[in-house]
């Protein structure tokens, strides 16, 4: 099998791919979505900043790719409705979906568990994982009407090796991780569909900080510089690959 990391993707390898990014106006989100537009496909960026949201757009058609489109919503805040409204909307638009990223995450608190914020835990476990659950939900009809249908979960070191006072964000990165191999499962009897989930590793992003604020951020990379492993999960290329973790470094 081909190693992501050292993936060699040709220009036209997403051509003609609906890819549904979400997270997509800042890190990992936009330098993915930026490199799957150069490489054909058409994005759709999820965010709820939607001034950051129109900042990716234009730069992706200033540089004459396919045109994206925008797709808001507020993992926090939105309901099932609001979901099942998206979905709709993608139907009449371009009706299917061939890759779902889920890249948006809450990063909460890191405290002890006796001292950790309730409302702050329920709102990150939402956020990165129930939040996913409904997208998937609502976003399969659509997947199962591509020719080549993929779904990618993003993970995370505290998945492998779990620490104390991380508080809601590692135990909904293992719920995550569980979702993944249980929606592979599920699906195993549809061969075409691949669910696979992506490790980042330490990248130079606002959620990294926030993290580990006193860390050298030049000590990191760049988020644009471990898009390709993205790039193979994402497009035809990791056919028949599923229920995996891949690393990006």
Known sequence: MIDPRTYQPAADALSGRVVLITGASDGIGKAVALAAAAHGATVLLHGR?????EAVYDTIVAAKHPRPSIVPLDFE???????????????????RLDTLLHNAAMLGERAPIEHHDVPKWMRTMH???????????????????????????????VVTQPRAYWGAYLVSKWASQGLMHMLADELENQPRIRVNSIAPGKVRTALRLAAYPA????????????????????GPDSRGV????????
């Open 49 to 53: 900043n939607v001034r950051k949201l």
């Open 77 to 95: 805040k939105a309901g099932p409705d609001e979901y099942e409204k998206l979905a709709t909307a993608l139907e009449q638009e371009f009706g």
């Open 127 to 157: 956020v990165n994982v129930t939040a996913p659950f409904i997208l998937t939900r609502y976003c399969l009809p659509l997947l199962k009407r591509s020719a080549d249908p993929s779904i990618v979960f993003t993970s995370s070191a």
């Open 215 to 234: 860390e050298d951020q030049a000590t990191l990379r760049t988020p644009e510089s471990i898009v390709t492993p993205y790039l193979f999960l994402l």
């Open 242 to 249: 599923t229920g995996e973790t891949f690393s990006a470094q």
